[in-house]
């Protein structure tokens, strides 16, 4: 048996080197390990690796970009955040997190369950209950964790079916996985396939949970919730929507709520890593299904709760938003110039409508070569390759945050434009 992958490192993609190992019989885990090795130092060497790129002084809009791999530093525009309103900045969100670090302390040093609450953290699941619409809400650690959790508990074992959108986050499918449920995905943001896939399987199981994403991270686009929650009229399901991409961007908080549905759907979950600039994941249901959660989701029961200087950032986001609404509505704005921009010189950005803005390459040796230029041009963002996406879809994602000014944007656009050009992905 060979040890380490054999053949050239050169045209080798990372995503792929447990499947080439697997083709040659490496199976010895320390093999696969200095196969992947041997391609990350390869692209580090010729300068093409950029996935642990980090910031100099934290998540902002713009910062000192540097990587542990190779020497390169660069100022750069940075897209690849998720603070939609940038509010990890905020005065008051500071003020408020450490202002709880000198009450409360840093960690909380065991989980939920056994004691390692706050009366912050009480608070906080009954205000996000409300922003959700919701009877009831249960506070995880991470978004992560929440999927995970919760969707483990909700569906156990052969019994129960899970569909789930193709696209949905690995959060929901590692969450799918373990609960032993049966499962099948169904096709991207279409609810006649899952409508189709509910006629064929419902009837044979005693629970059946439907799992979709309010907004779909790799793509921006909002789900067909309406037609979803129709389908509960003709089918028994519950539904579980995960707004990690829309919770707090709109005035009704979620787009549940925005277009009328909460009551129609079971579970609604969002990250707090993302609009409310902290980390915590949360799910909003009834009274009876957070019982269920807090006795039954071990990521609830044996992980150690989120700190309670988290809790009172995400308290004091959620204030920002309900005394700043023009936040709001700037950041629409800007997403609205951006995609008009961009559509106008010519890239495909897809059909979303969100904040996140995909602008598709469709071709792997550009997107390595063209993501390469970006950043020497001082604008860094996340490359989307294969096989986390086919071939024919590879792109940049840009993740659209207030704190981005209009003049950043438009650097941003003037580098997308020349290389766009450079590369024969717009026509010159
Ligand atoms: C749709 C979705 N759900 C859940 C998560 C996990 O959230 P977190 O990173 O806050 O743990 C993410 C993270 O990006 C996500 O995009």
């Given at each position: 048996?060979?040890?380490?992958?054999?053949?050239?490192?050169?045209?080798?993609?990372?995503?792929?080197?447990r499947?080439?190992?697997?083709?040659?019989?490496?199976?010895?885990?320390?093999?696969?390990?200095?196969?992947?090795?041997?391609?990350?130092?390869?692209?580090?060497?010729?300068?093409?690796?950029?996935?642990?790129?980090?910031t100099?002084?934290?998540?902002?809009?713009?910062?000192?970009?540097?990587?542990?791999?190779?020497?390169?530093?660069?100022?750069?525009?940075?897209?690849?955040?998720?603070?939609?309103?940038?509010?990890?900045?905020?005065?008051k969100?500071i003020?408020?997190?450490?202002e709880?670090?000198?009450?409360f302390?840093?960690?909380?040093?065991t989980?939920?369950?056994?004691?390692g609450?706050?009366?912050?953290?009480?608070?906080?699941?009954?205000r996000?209950?409300?922003?959700?619409?919701?009877?009831?809400?249960?506070?995880?650690?991470?978004?992560y964790?929440?999927n995970?959790?919760?969707?483990?508990?909700?569906?156990?074992?052969?019994?129960?079916?899970?569909?789930?959108d193709?696209?949905?986050?690995?959060s929901?499918?590692?969450?799918?996985?373990?609960?032993g449920?049966?499962?099948?995905p169904?096709?991207?943001?279409?609810?006649?396939d899952?409508?189709?896939?509910?006629?064929?399987?419902?009837?044979?199981?005693?629970?059946?949970?439907?799992?979709?994403?309010?907004?779909?991270?790799?793509?921006?686009?909002?789900?067909?919730?309406?037609?979803?929650?129709?389908?509960?009229?003709?089918?028994?399901?519950?539904?579980?929507?995960?707004?990690?991409?829309?919770f707090?961007?709109?005035?009704?908080?979620?787009?549940?709520?925005?277009?009328g549905?909460?009551?129609?759907?079971?579970?609604?979950?969002?990250t707090?890593?993302?609009?409310t600039?902290?980390?915590?994941?949360?799910?909003?249901?009834?009274?009876?299904?957070?019982?269920?959660?807090q006795?039954?989701?071990?990521?609830y029961?044996?992980?150690?709760?989120?700190?309670?200087?988290?809790?009172?950032?995400?308290?004091?986001?959620?204030?920002?938003?309900?005394?700043?609404?023009?936040?709001?509505?700037?950041?629409?704005?800007?997403?609205?110039?951006?995609?008009?921009?961009?559509?106008?010189?010519?890239?495909?950005?897809?059909?979303?409508?969100?904040?996140?803005?995909?602008?598709?390459?469709?071709?792997?040796?550009?997107l390595?070569?063209?993501?390469?230029?970006?950043?020497?041009?001082g604008?860094?963002?996340?490359?989307?390759?294969?096989?986390v996406?086919?071939?024919?879809?590879?792109?940049?994602?840009?993740?659209?945050?207030?704190?981005?000014?209009?003049?950043?944007?438009?650097?941003?656009?003037a580098?997308?434009?020349?290389?766009?050009?450079?590369?024969?992905?717009?026509?010159?």
């Amino acid at each position: 048996m060979l040890d380490v992958a054999v053949g050239s490192v050169e045209n080798r993609q990372i995503g792929l080197v447990r499947k080439d190992c697997q083709e040659q019989g490496i199976v010895r885990i320390g093999a696969v390990a200095d196969s992947y090795h041997a391609v990350k130092s390869h692209q580090s060497s010729s300068g093409v690796w950029c996935y642990d790129n980090f910031t100099e002084v934290g998540s902002n809009s713009t910062g000192l970009v540097k990587s542990d791999t190779h020497d390169r530093e660069k100022n750069c525009i940075v897209w690849p955040i998720n603070h939609y309103l940038g509010l990890n900045r905020h005065p008051k969100v500071i003020e408020a997190s450490i202002e709880a670090l000198k009450q409360f302390g840093t960690g909380c040093g065991t989980s939920a369950m056994s004691g390692g609450h706050s009366s912050l953290h009480k608070l906080a699941e009954k205000r996000l209950a409300a922003w959700l619409g919701k009877e009831a809400a249960i506070l995880f650690p991470t978004g992560y964790s929440a999927n995970v959790g919760a969707i483990s508990a909700l569906a156990k074992g052969p019994s129960c079916f899970i569909l789930f959108d193709r696209e949905c986050h690995a959060s929901i499918i590692d969450g799918v996985k373990l609960s032993g449920a049966k499962f099948l995905p169904f096709k991207h943001n279409d609810p006649i396939d899952l409508a189709r896939k509910l006629n064929k399987f419902a009837s044979q199981y005693e629970n059946v949970l439907v799992v979709v994403e309010s907004v779909y991270s790799m793509t921006g686009e909002e789900a067909c919730l309406r037609e979803i929650t129709e389908l509960k009229e003709r089918y028994d399901f519950l539904l579980f929507v995960d707004e990690a991409h829309s919770f707090g961007l709109h005035t009704e908080r979620t787009l549940c709520t925005k277009f009328g549905l909460t009551d129609k759907v079971d579970f609604v979950m969002t990250t707090l890593s993302k609009s409310t600039a902290s980390i915590g994941g949360v799910i909003a249901t009834t009274n009876a299904f957070k019982t269920l959660l807090q006795v039954e989701a071990n990521a609830y029961l044996f992980q150690a709760a989120i700190p309670p200087s988290d809790v009172a950032a995400i308290m004091a986001a959620m204030d920002v938003i309900e005394d700043t609404p023009e936040l709001l509505s700037s950041l629409w704005s800007k997403v609205s110039y951006m995609r008009t921009k961009l559509t106008e010189l010519g890239f495909d950005i897809g059909s979303g409508t969100s904040p996140i803005i995909p602008v598709f390459i469709r071709d792997s040796d550009t997107l390595l070569r063209m993501g390469q230029d970006m950043y020497d041009d001082g604008v860094f963002t996340t490359s989307v390759a294969y096989p986390v996406v086919k071939h024919s879809e590879v792109r940049f994602r840009f993740i659209l945050n207030e704190s981005h000014s209009y003049e950043q944007i438009d650097r941003t656009l003037a580098v997308l434009e020349r290389l766009g050009k450079k590369y024969g992905v717009v026509a010159s």
